[in-house]
């Protein structure tokens, strides 16, 4: 039986290839990257073999994991309040930290934005 986690590193690895990688991904609109898993979700239905199922359920779960991965390159915990939108302030009450805005998460700014 094939290791799924293999597989799903493959297909990665495939993806990048084919598509352009983490470039290509970071200026993906969130709704893309809805359609395209929705697109390969369709390709699982019942009526396909066992093998196709599986195919497109390994390909759903690398964009799902490429669409991550590309959160997270965009996305960073606020280095003021790691992330909890709160910054003690002396020993007192909590205040909302300003870096964040308090919502825990700074955009990272490439290049251009």
Same mark, same amino acid.
């Given at each position: 039986? @094939?290791? /799924?986690?293999?597989?799903? %590193? $493959?297909?990665?690895?495939? =993806?990048?290839?084919?598509?352009?990688?983490?470039?290509?991904?970071?200026?993906?609109?969130?709704?893309?990257?809805?359609?395209?898993?929705?697109?390969?979700?369709?390709?699982?239905?019942?009526?396909?073999?066992?093998?196709?199922?599986?195919? @497109?359920? /390994?390909?759903?779960?690398? %964009? $799902?994991?490429?669409?991550? =991965?590309?959160?997270?390159?965009?996305?960073?915990?606020?280095?003021?309040?790691?992330?909890?939108?709160?910054?003690?302030?002396?020993?007192?009450?909590?205040?909302?930290?300003?870096?964040?805005?308090?919502?825990?998460?700074?955009?990272?700014?490439?290049?251009?934005?």
């Amino acid at each position: 039986m @094939a290791d /799924v986690y293999e597989d799903l %590193l $493959a297909e990665r690895l495939a =993806q990048n290839a084919e598509f352009g990688g983490p470039e290509a991904d970071d200026v993906l609109a969130w709704t893309r990257w809805l359609e395209l898993i929705d697109k390969h979700l369709d390709r699982a239905a019942p009526s396909k073999s066992v093998t196709a199922r599986r195919y @497109a359920m /390994v390909r759903v779960a690398a %964009l $799902a994991v490429a669409a991550v =991965q590309s959160l997270d390159r965009q996305w960073l915990p606020c280095a003021r309040c790691g992330g909890t939108g709160k910054v003690d302030q002396h020993g007192e009450a909590y205040a909302t930290c300003r870096a964040c805005l308090g919502h825990g998460a700074i955009r990272v700014l490439r290049f251009g934005e």
